[in-house]
């Protein structure tokens, strides 16, 4: 799962030409937690969705 989801989030933020950090400033959340979720370091479910809503994945 993790695999997928940080390859989901990689397309997704190409195919918008942004970057995780943009990202993590649209969820407000700190650039660490959100890298540590897309590389499965971290796997809070609510935050997880909470990404994959954002970008519709």
């Known amino acids: ?13 190409a195919k918008k030409n ?3 950090e943009w990202l993590a400033n649209e969820l407000k959340m700190n650039p660490g937690q959100l890298s540590r ?6 796997e809070t479910a609510k935050h ?9 994945i």
Not at 37 to 42: A, F
Request: proline share 0%; glycine share 10%; hydrophobic share 40%.
């Open 1 to 13: 799962m993790t695999e997928d989801l940080k390859t989901k989030v990689r397309v997704a933020l």
């Open 18 to 20: 942004k970057n995780q």
């Open 37 to 42: 979720l897309i590389n499965g370091r971290d």
């Open 48 to 56: 997880i969705e909470r990404i994959k809503g954002f970008l519709g």
